[in-house]
């Protein structure tokens, strides 16, 4: 049997703590920042570091597929309404149609199979990672003031801690519900957020992607904070309309990256 090599302590902080520097430093300065690593993240980060652009996703969680992993209730399969099971076809993940325009797949499979892709496309993730604020000058969104995700829940008097800014053209909200890119932006009067409809499958999958876009200058939304942002109505525990939505903002950003 094959024998682990001498290396020891010293050697893993070193190779840890020097290439996580090295990127961190090179991605300051990206071309799109993503905020979330749900579905409509994950698609909208491969399709544009697969044009070449450099793009980085930040997840609070140390996870990336927000709600994907779980796909519907706690039950883990995910389904996914005609014409959102191309993406399932270009990832290789099995399917089975149950009825006409509906496929069911497993939720880790679709989830892990998305991931790789992303990863392998060239999207760097910083994990662990938060959204604290923007970065907005002359009216236009233009950076992410982040911090470690632990250091949001110590008491103030403990983690008197700045905030870490880094730079890009254009940032994309893909947290899902919440809207937290968006939110931001409300909290200084600078928008208005309509909150969530509510379930209405029917017609909820169309809106999301039609109004996939640029909600402020600088800052597209995606997925379910699409939803968030112009009060449409939600589609419950299927997935189509997040992929559909994450490639109609990564068209969106490549556009303006021109
Ligand atoms: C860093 C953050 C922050 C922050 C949040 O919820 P998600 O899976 O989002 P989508 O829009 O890609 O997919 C939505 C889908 O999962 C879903 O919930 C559906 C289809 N619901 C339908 C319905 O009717 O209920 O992922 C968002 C990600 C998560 O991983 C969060 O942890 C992360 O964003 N996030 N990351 N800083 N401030 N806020």
């Known amino acids: 049997m094959d024998k682990f090599s001498p290396v020891g302590e010293k050697e893993i902080t070193r190779a840890i703590v020097s290439e996580f520097t090295t990127e961190f430093n090179e991605y300051v300065e990206s071309d799109c920042i993503i905020v979330g690593g749900g579905p409509s993240g994950l698609v909208a980060g491969r399709d544009i570091a697969r044009a070449g652009k450099k793009v980085v996703i ?15 209730y706690l039950m883990p399969k995910v389904t996914v309404r005609h014409p959102g099971e191309k993406l399932l076809d270009e990832l290789n993940v099995p399917y089975k149609v149950v009825s006409e ?69 254009v940032l994309i909200d893909a947290t899902g519900h919440d809207a937290s890119v968006v939110k931001k932006l409300e909290q200084r009067g600078l928008i208005k ?20 876009g640029e909600c402020f200058p600088g800052l597209i939304v995606t997925g379910m904070a699409v939803g968030a942002v112009y009060g449409l109505p939600r589609m419950g525990p299927t997935f189509g309309s997040m992929f559909l939505s994450g490639e109609a903002a990564a068209r969106v950003v490549l556009e303006k990256l021109k």
């Open 193 to 212: 957020i309509k909150g969530e409809g509510a379930l209405w499958i029917e017609k909820s999958e169309d809106l999301i992607v039609e109004n996939t």
């Open 58 to 72: 930040i997840e609070r969680n140390n996870y990336l597929g927000g709600g994907f992993w779980s796909g519907g």
């Open 101 to 169: 325009g509906l496929a069911v797949c497993d939720a880790p499979y679709a989830c892990a199979s998305l991931i790789a892709a992303a990863c392998a496309a060239g999207v760097r993730v910083f994990n662990m990672t938060m959204l604290e604020d923007l970065v907005v000058k002359e009216g236009k969104v233009c950076g992410a003031v982040i911090n470690w995700s632990p250091v949001a829940s110590l008491p103030r008097q403990v983690a008197a801690l700045d905030p870490v800014a880094i730079e890009a053209p």
